[in-house]
């Protein structure tokens, strides 16, 4: 088997999601993905990429790093930065995992943001899991794999994006009858609206009938209803232009 993966960009930023949020973080952007979200904001990873050995992809990591070699700086007694694997869906290609073992065993934290449409049990055990459960907004529903839910430890994560008043039903729906509160933290990630440039037209539609909810309305409700969740917003389009690559 090759030991290559396609990779649309690697780049050096601060984690704008999930309980990591603000640190420096090393993302491994890998191209392609099998769902078409609404709101998806990276759709110019479905095409564009090309193919990188996991050595090379492992030494540009090690590159990026060296700043922070010799920093006092330190996340759950782990080394900065961070390195996240996305996309795209970085579980359509299979040297994913031989690669995030690469990245464990070279002594990084390493996330892994994945749609929960494909089997994470393979996952080496070290990666931080943070999985989609996708809500009714995203035209994807039905690709939810429930199967994973079991799967999940405490150090891994659920993120629920959140666009609509019945998305976030749903959400609470969900996070009762499979008591998610119990296994790891959960966040609820309000939609951006897209860029026009964003609006790819292989994307799917918000279903019809469905109420749009602002970031004002779902953080009261979260409140009001005293969800245990944690509210976030994309931090890295606060601080850039939310069409803007590499950060």
Known sequence: MSDTLVVNEIYLSLQGESTFAGLPCIFIRLTACDLRCSYCDTAYAFTEGEKKQLAKILAEVKRLAVPFSNSQLSTLNSQLPLVELTGGEPLLQKNSLPLMKLLCDAGFTVLLETSGAHDISQIDPRVRRIMDLKCPSSGEVARNRLTNI???KSNDEIK???GTIEDYEWAKQHITRHKLDSICP???SWVHPLAPEQQNK???KVPAGQTPISRKDLAEKII???LPVR???QQHKIIWPPDQRGV
């Open 231 to 233: 509210f976030q917003i």
């Open 150 to 152: 079991p799967h999940l």
């Open 202 to 204: 292989s994307l799917k």
């Open 160 to 162: 629920f994006v959140i």
């Open 224 to 226: 009001a209803d005293a």
């Open 186 to 188: 959960l966040l609820f």
